[in-house]
């Protein structure tokens, strides 16, 4: 069952260019949201996240979108760079029965990006 | 140390045989997790330490697979009579209380089971 998902395996964008990368969910259970990315033979590293009491949330040149009511989630990149290669996750967490944040993340399958110069 | 440090770096092992690998978390941090990322998939949740409660054991894959938590620091996943589908990359993540906030990972354990 695979609760977090990010249905384009691949993108692939033009250096200058923004990139669009997209997860859905399926547990509403879900209120927080995180962007990870990760090179190759190194651990994934921390962008950007987002409550479920938001609905965008900008760091420089990345954007986290939330669309609560179609579970779905996005991360834009403006403008995109070769650096910027890399596969990035989304995760998501839920609270837990006894009311608290405390738990897992869900990751979804990542998507593999590649910016052209 | 300044980030999460996981060893070894690699490791090719034997079917059948016994493994360990070794997570020093972020000093401070009370929730360790353990993930695990086989060739072209995702992140695939193990075992989550948070504090001095209970673990959350529900991703482990079969019970060849355990971990423990000794001091509330440093942990160590080991996977017995390990099998081909265990070849992958083991990552270890901490992050100071568990609730609303990012994971530090490491840079992960290879491993090859041949």
């Known amino acids: 069952d695979q609760q977090v998902k990010q249905n384009s395996p691949s993108l692939s964008v033009q250096e200058g260019r923004i990139s669009i990368l997209n997860c859905d969910y399926t547990?509403?259970?879900?209120?927080?949201f995180l962007w990870y990315k990760k090179y190759p033979a190194e651990g994934p590293t921390f962008l950007i996240s987002?409550?479920?009491?938001?609905d965008k949330n900008e760091d420089g040149r990345f954007t986290v979108f939330l669309n609560k009511s179609a579970k779905h989630l996005s991360l834009h990149i403006v403008p995109s760079q070769p650096g910027d290669s890399a596969v990035y996750f989304c995760?998501?967490?839920?609270?837990?029965?006894?009311?608290?944040?405390?738990?897992?993340?869900?990751f979804g399958q990542g998507t593999i990006l590649t910016v052209h110069p | 140390g300044a980030g999460v440090s996981q060893s070894p770096s690699n490791k090719v092992t034997e079917k059948g045989k016994d493994v360990e690998l070794r997570c020093d978390p972020i000093?401070?941090?009370?929730?360790l997790y353990w993930y695990r990322q086989s060739l072209g998939q995702g992140l695939e949740f193990l075992i989550y330490?948070?504090?001095?409660?209970?673990?959350?054991k529900s991703g482990l894959p079969s019970d060849r697979f355990s971990a423990e938590r000794t001091g509330g620091s440093v942990s160590t996943l080991t996977i017995q009579r390990t099998q081909q589908e265990d070849s992958a990359v083991y990552l270890c993540?901490?992050?100071?209380?568990?609730?609303?906030?990012?994971?530090?990972f490491g840079s992960g354990t290879q491993l090859s089971v041949l």
């Open positions: 993540a901490s992050s100071l209380t568990g609730g609303y906030e990012k994971l530090f």
């Open positions: 330490f948070q504090g001095n409660s209970a673990p959350d």
């Open positions: 000093s401070g941090h009370t929730a």
């Open positions: 995760a998501a967490k839920a609270s837990n029965a006894g009311g608290t944040s405390y738990g897992k993340l869900t």
């Open positions: 547990n509403s259970m879900f209120d927080y």
């Open positions: 987002i409550s479920s009491i938001k």
